[in-house]
């Protein structure tokens, strides 16, 4: 009985498919063998010592009053852990490459809500986060600042960032501009970005007729 009932099972499934090429499952080999990649690898060092790039995508997702939230995607290449196969795979929790020390250098209150990991085939990291912090706000234009810095250029003796992409599209500002601003801290360079994105006039106006 047992097997009849087994053998009306798989009967089916063995005809379907050899006579329905489409129905074949593959699977793509989505495996990368973690411990193997980071033998030898050490986490305290950058990819490049002496200067580490690092692009920088930012999009602005609302604004209320002098809070952002925003998310800030991180590019950087890791040469050591290039690997063959699939294309991009999530970095699993316990595995801890080198990352960069950024953070948002006058924001207060600075959440970030959550966070990615991709690593590419290439070597090339993707750190995907979702932030909120309160930053300066100029009083008469409503413009706010945000000043992206390496904390202490881990790793590196200098964590350059490239400002690749913007966007900003909320009512009351959808325009930014951004600066490179070069700071020596106790003989420490550091390369900040300066951001400042711009209250819309329209929306002064506005705010400026509702005090009637
Ligand atoms: C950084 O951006 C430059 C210019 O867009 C590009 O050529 C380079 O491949 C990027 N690097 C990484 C690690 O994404």
């Known amino acids: 009985m047992i097997i009849v009932y087994y053998l009306s099972i798989l009967l089916p499934l063995l005809v379907s498919s050899s006579f329905d090429e489409d129905l074949i499952i593959e699977r793509r080999p989505h495996h ?7 033998m030898e690898y050490n986490r305290y060092s950058a990819p490049n010592r002496v200067k580490q790039e690092i692009n920088v995508t930012i999009e602005v997702i609302s604004i209320r009053n002098d809070k952002i939230l925003f998310e800030m995607n991180q590019d950087w290449r890791d040469e050591r852990l290039r690997f063959v196969g699939v294309a991009r795979v999530p970095v699993p929790s316990h595995i801890l490459p080198w990352y ?4 948002i250098r006058n924001g ?11 690593l590419n085939y290439d070597g090339t990291f993707q750190l995907k986060q979702k932030y909120q912090a309160a930053v300066d706000m100029d009083e008469s234009t409503k413009d706010l600042s945000l000043v992206i810095s390496s904390y202490n250029n881990y790793g590196t003796d200098r964590v350059h960032y490239n400002l690749v992409s913007t966007v900003i599209n909320v009512p009351s500002h959808s325009h930014l501009v951004s600066k490179q601003v070069a700071r020596k801290s106790d003989g420490i360079h550091f390369d900040d970005i300066h951001i400042t994105i711009q209250s819309n006039p329209i929306n002064n106006i506005i705010s ?3 005090t009637f």
């Open 100 to 103: 960069p020390d950024t953070y």
């Open 108 to 118: 207060w209150d600075v959440v970030i809500e959550r966070q990615s990991t991709e």
């Open 32 to 38: 990368v063998d973690w411990e193997d990649l980071f």
């Open 208 to 210: 400026g007729n509702s």
